[in-house]
């Protein structure tokens, strides 16, 4: 099965989140903010993808992007924004941080589903 950690600081977000993915047939973990996520990826956690808020406090989706490109153990990770922010430049900003897809909110769950799909497909190539 796949496997899904969504990073959000918004509980009620976290929880929509979590059922949208589950309704895909994904694994998911959620994580209310960034540093336990980039924590659990430390320690080993192996996820096929992050799906990470973009405006969080103290550490944002952002820098957990940049975090995990960083690192080459990770290159095969998808990563996948989401944020109520639909402005090219933030948009542009993520993906030449090395984002592998960008959603925004309200997130329409086709839009969400064939994000991940095609992040994922183009990690494992």
């Not at 929880?15 to 980039?38: I, Q, V």
């Not at 948009?91 to 959603?103: H, N, P, Q, R, T």
């Not at 329409?108 to 589903?113: G, K, R, V, W």
Request: charged share 25%; aromatic share 4%; proline share 5%.
């Amino acid at each position: 099965m796949t496997i899904i950690w969504h990073v959000d600081d918004d509980q009620e977000m976290l929880n929509a989140m979590d059922l949208m993915l589950s309704m895909l047939g994904f694994e998911t973990k959620p994580f209310m903010h960034a540093r336990p996520a980039a924590q659990a990826l430390l320690s080993g956690g192996n996820p096929d993808a992050l799906l990470l808020d973009i405006n969080m406090p103290e550490v944002s989706g952002l820098d957990v992007l940049e975090f995990v490109r960083r690192n080459p153990k990770w290159n095969k990770l998808a990563v996948v924004m989401l944020s109520t922010e639909a402005a090219d430049v933030t948009v542009d900003k993520a993906m030449k941080l090395g984002a592998d897809g960008y959603v925004t909110k309200p997130v329409m769950i086709d839009e969400l589903e064939r994000e991940l799909k095609n992040a994922i497909a183009k990690r494992k190539k």
